[in-house]
């Protein structure tokens, strides 16, 4: 039989990655399998309690979760908190509880961001059977998700964006510069106002996920 | 055999360094061939069409804006934007360890390179010999990098052409290689691992050796099936063909010429690896060369696990700097980079750096003519291109 296209080849190879067996995470139903850990919010171990923060993220052995930028200097004082459920949203949307078209936009960032919010695409993550999907365009979106510091150059394309989306809509600020200017510059909420914040510098992916879910009303 | 372009990085003060060199010199430039590109759209005649692309668009990566301007099927011009999203990094003024931070986050894809690259020249200007094992570990944390930065170049282009299989495989295995860089290194993109001086984290490298080997075995296997499906060669075959004199890293490689920053860099000269070279200059060759250069990644790992497993963090302060300056280069994966970095009283007073991506945007402009609309994006994606590392940052 010829199988053309590489056929014998492909078949041995697509029987051996059904063999690997069921990748993706059930989280957030399940436990998460992995994290980043310094991309999560750092909580207090001991000593100086207000330690050297290059982001002035800890006041009296508290960090502000929009703030950090996932650096490590003020470890031991702090360590890792190993959270995936530190996003915040201000509102919630249950329209959005099957489907949710989200239209991901760097604003300036250093590309980490983008990447994390892409890894929702992964087999480990498969965004789709918790119905998030990305569209390429912001007019079928139904969430807007921003990487990155407000830039001069990309203030009005977030601002079309946005003005093209149709109600019910959300802004998710992604990692710290989007939330805070973290060290490169200016928040995003300067000219947006956000619904949904995703601490980490960047957040792991599966605190991007707690955070949908959060919205949808559905953690 | 053609050769990579004389390329000098100026720090606008006279000071040049010149690529693939350490030692910055007082001398004038002869070009600079990786300053900014001024757009040249052609007027658009009667049988002209432009298409604006960007600066925010769901099939690219990062904010950048083309002006694609075409004759019938065929692209006549392509000229870009890189500025919309630049952010302005500024380093100067700051400490080794405040610059660092800005550094991890130029391009935070390639930040084990970059951070590396900074501490590097920070520690050379200090007077400051740092311990063999912490080179070695930065090596790995920049092979480790490669390989994920080339398992998603390689993602984008196997997606772009529909090959879900192999895209969802090659998403599948770097996803589980950035776990294993989290578990190791603290942080999937390095970040807060280098700090000048040393490491900011003890790393624990015992075992990272195989399952590395796993990763690079299981993308030879997805390769091999890829190199024998016809479609997805026809889509890469022939489009987006440079000249590789005026570009850098695996884009170069894939022009025939046999030349990467490590064979010159004092972190590789104890560690041997093969220089990936392939003919074309096309899309398919770059395709080839970062996939080839997978494999060579994981050789190096094994071999810096021969020889170290454990790296302590480095618990000395950073000693004073001043009135010092130093020169230096590092292969990140799309490329060499280069950097000037001058200290006054341990402050950064003068910062110059020369992206690839800067190279490679260039090229790609230039490549474009003649090719279809559908050939854009293969050739884009396969120049490994961030729009990030392209911003100013002085
Ligand atoms: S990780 Fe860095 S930014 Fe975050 S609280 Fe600690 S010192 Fe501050
Ligand atoms: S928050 Fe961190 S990872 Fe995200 S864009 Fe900013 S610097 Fe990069």
Redesign the pocket.
Known sequence: MDLGDGGYRMKAWILRSLRKGIVTTKFPAGKNEAVSPWSTIPVYRSGDRNPYCPSSAIKDGSVTHGSC??CGMCFPNFEPSMDVHTSQSGKVIRELGKSIKIYAIDSG?????NL?IMSLSSPQYDGTRLGITFTNTPRQADALMI???LTEGMREALLRAYDSMAEPRAVFA?????ISG?I?GKSVSTILNTDVIVP???PDPFVIIDSIQKLRGRQ | MSQPARIFLDDGEGTTLSRFSETPVHGPVESNPAGNVESSIHPVGTKLTLFPYGPSTGGLVESVYFDILTYGEKIENVSYDHTFKNRSIRVTGLTPREGLLRLE?LN?VHSASYSTLFCDAAERAAGLDIPEEVKLARVAMMELERISSHLFVASRLTGGASQNIAHMNILLIRENLLRIIAARFGHR?F?GTNKPGGLARSVDLDGIDSDIEKISEEYGEILNTLLDSRIFIDRLDRTAIIAGEESAGPAMRACGISVDGRQFHPYYKDLSFRCVTWGGGDSLSRFIVRSHEIAESARLIRQVTSKVLRIRESSEDFPPVNDSQAGGFMETPSGDASIILRFKENRISRFSLASPSQYNMRAFSRSMKGNTFADFLFGFESLGIWISEMGDIA
């Open positions: 930028i996932s960032s250093c590309g980490a961001c994390e990487s990155g510091v992604t990692g710290a510069c989007a973290g490169l980490g510098c960047p | 986050r935070g993109y970040f």
